[in-house]
């Protein structure tokens, strides 16, 4: 559609707006009874108690809140046979400038369709003087319909003084009366006095005058405030009082179930039975609602005899075909119209279409009642005494197959078959039964119906100072599916493609829409795919400091999920995102093959649950990150520990890529290392620095015992040839093995973005040239004392095949852990190192107790002459057994 034709459309749906906004602005004028129109001024009714203002409470640090000290909430009701009367009065002291704003506004909403408004008293008092402010005619009526953008019409009036000369420091007070109950409530009562506010409260005064023989339930809630209670002249008199009320203090994102308030309720509603009775016969209603009606209910019968099709399809006609729109007049709060007068209007609110749902889904054969929620307190309606003020919401119960389905006639935009509809889920609900006895739990959503999947691709193959293309799939399934139609269907694609935009940008500031998004919806799936195009002018960065570039990656579908509170020490529960499960894949397509070592990530929180992985093949890199809400709300003890866990997962999102400038970065012919060589050669002089103290080590020899064989010959003949073949074996290994230290090897292994990068690669080659260097200077230190038969000989030998074992066994390992080189070790490899070690141990115990060995290694760097002992016997001393190894 184009820009013309939108604006026709969007012209054409105002305009149809106001006009039906008119007409019920007029239907509502004429619903009014003419004296209900205006207001009272009136004294206080005679059976109200007096109460004093606490003038010379003087007000204290920590007082006060918004510039406004409240000094006395004073609330009296009086229960009559047919009638409720509540008297209401209040005083505040304006402390600041904006505490004089708020004092000198003074508003007061009623029902003039059944309720009356008597105004008593306007005073200011001002340093011992009491100044009278009650003037009717400077009391404005207004009909603001504050829920006009939710389409839902009450008719309420509100009576607006603005106060002139209201002065910091004054103290106003005011009193009046509301007068009536809605005539749907028949003669039963209910009711609630609220004990404490947000803010602190000088004195509070709570009465209920009730008249004896009326059943009320008194039901204290978070209060131990005993009550006082009398019986005069035929009423009874129950008083609540207190001073110095201390605040409630609000934390940001609290349940709306969470009601920490002190409170007390009363009702003379014994059970919720009782409530369900009073709500059955409001909807109750005949057979015969008219012949359109039963057109539509015989054209879905005729369509399918499968009672879950014909469930969904009622249930899609009265979300589709009745728009949402309610006309909560007086009774018409409470009541709901019937089937007939909704389809002649083809609009309803929630009970309108609730209860035309349940008379087509009756006359399909199908069980259907309708359910009382609260949307808000949810589960939290356990915790209240029962009572019809506490509903905001009603619903559909119905069965089909012996299972149960809870039905919301007002999501116009749900989709799916009755196997994967998204249920209503509101914790508690009333069914309207004359069999209920209690309040019913409705099913938890589970993750899978609020699931929402990512894939988002970066083609990156231009490499740097090229464009980067981004593509974003999103699905969306279930209660995700239907919320994400909710939008599309109430915004223009021009103002969500901006939404989206705005979005990214705030991780891409260069992001700009490379084409406008698609949407696919399947319907029978409850699943629908929007994909997004846009292309990211400048996602490569340059680290000057480190001389290389950077390519980072965000994961904002998860990390627009996690939230910290603002209050993180606090004494409410968080809510949370619940049910939640998001799944992000992204792929970076590269212009070259690319190389990851980066670990996966665990985090797990009673409130959430989180991973990220991430693989490389070729040139494309791959991050998998799942973010599943475990908990719809977390306790206020356990905020730290989430906040931590929050911020370790924020520190784990996306991946960033690093590449080295192509000025430093080495030619692929490689090129001289410089500062590993200048290390090898530091490492060759320390080894040769401790060969030159292995060689002085003289022990003195092993005794041998008299007529031992000695020189090199029979089994010697083997160590000679190997102390002969082992250096030059181990210098052509390390030499054959240079070129992986030459500089464009270096940089490939160990500067992060290298084609074969890893973390471990640095550590590893650093390790294994200077162990190898040492292998080297042993081995030739060790053929030299060999063959001049030193003393030492034995116990070296020992030494350097351990030493070599040991390399070996570390190689090996290390090898094994390698990203590039993992599969390159087998089971041959150990089983060869196994044969080896067994062998060293062999030859180990060989030149340990050999005689031959004992009487050919005899020689002394520094002979010594024998002392008393005959220099025919060998002398023993503390030499004979090496102090070290």
Partial sequence: MDSIARAAAGGRWTAAWQRTTAAIALAVAAALPVAARGLQTEPPPTWVNAVAVPLEAPAASGDSSGGVEYLLADRQTRLEAHDRIAYSHYAMRALTGDGVEDAAHLQVSFDPSYETLALHSIKVHRGGQVFSRLDASRVKLLQREKDLE?????????????????????????????????????????????????????????????????????????????????????????????????????????????????????????????????????????????????????????????????????????????????????????????????????????????????????????????????????????????????????????????????????????????????????????????????????????????????????DATGGRGKPVGMQVTSVYLGESADAMREQLAGQSRDELQRRYLNFYAGYYPAVAVQKPFTVSDDDAGNRLTISEFYVVGDLWKRDDGKKRWTLSIESPEIESQLHTPEHKVRSSPLALAYPLAVTSVTQIRLH??????????????????????????????????????????????????????????????????????????????????WPVAMLGLFIAGGAAWLMMRAWRWDPAPRPAPAGAPSGIRGWLILPSIAVVVSPLNLLWSFFSNLSGYSASSWSDLTVSGGAHYSALWAPFLLGEMALNILLVASSLLLARLFFGRRSSLPWAFVGFLMTALLVRTLDLSLTSMMPVKAGTVTPMDWATLTRDGVSGVLWSWYFLVSRRVAATFIERLHPRAPTSASAAEPVLTSDAVPSTL
């Fill in 150 to 458: 939710a389409r839902i019409f009450d008719g309420r009036q509100t009576a607006d003084v603005m106060l002139e000369d209201v002065r910091i420091g004054d103290v106003v007070e005011y009193a009046y009366t509301i007068r009536g109950v809605n005539p749907a409530l028949g003669d039963k009562r209910a009711g609630s006095y609220d004990l404490q506010w947000r803010a602190p409260l000088k004195s509070m005064y709570a009465r209920l005058l009730v008249a004896e023989g009326r059943d009320v339930r008194i039901v204290p809630r978070n209060s131990t405030l005993q009550h006082e209670v009398q019986h005069i002249g035929g009423w009874i008199d129950h008083v609540w009082r207190s001073t110095n009320v201390p605040p409630i203090p609000q934390d940001d994102h609290e349940p709306g179930w969470y009601d920490p308030f002190a409170i007390v309720q009363w009702s003379e509603f014994p059970d919720w039975a009782s409530v369900a009775a009073w709500a059955l016969p409001l909807y109750r209603v005949g057979p015969d609602q008219g012949p359109e009606l039963r057109a539509q209910v015989d054209a879905i019968a005729r369509a399918s005899a499968d009672p879950a099709e014909r469930l969904v399809a009622a249930l899609r006609f009265v979300q589709r075909e009745v728009r949402y729109l309610g006309i909560e007049v007086g009774v018409g709060s409470l009541v709901p119209r019937t089937p007939r007068q909704v389809m002649e209007h083809r609009f309803g609110d929630c009970k309108d279409k609730a209860l035309l749902t349940v008379w087509m889904l009756r006359a399909l054969g199908i069980e259907a009642q309708p359910a009382l929620v609260n949307t808000r307190l949810t589960r939290g309606l356990d915790q209240y005494a029962p009572g019809p003020g506490l509903f905001d919401h009603v619903v559909v119960r119905a069965r089909v197959d012996g299972r149960e389905f809870w039905l919301d006639p007002t999501r116009a935009e749900q989709r799916g078959t009755l196997a994967n509809l998204t249920q209503a889920s509101f914790g508690r609900a009333l069914i309207v039964d004359g069999t209920t006895a209690g309040l019913a739990s409705m099913p938890d959503l589970s993750a899978s119906q609020h699931r929402h999947d990512v894939n988002t691709v970066f």
């Fill in 592 to 673: 070259k093959d690319w190389a990851l070592d980066i670990k996966p990530v665990s985090v797990e929180d009673p409130a959430f649950k989180y991973s990220f992985d991430s693989s490389a093949a070729g040139s494309v890199v791959t991050t998998t990150e799942r973010l599943d809400m475990l908990a719809d709300h977390l306790p206020a003890d356990r905020i730290a520990g989430y906040v931590e866990h929050v911020r370790g997962v924020r520190d784990s999102l996306g991946v960033s890529l690093y590449m080295p400038d192509a000025a430093s970065a080495p030619t692929a012919s490689g090129g001289m290392n």
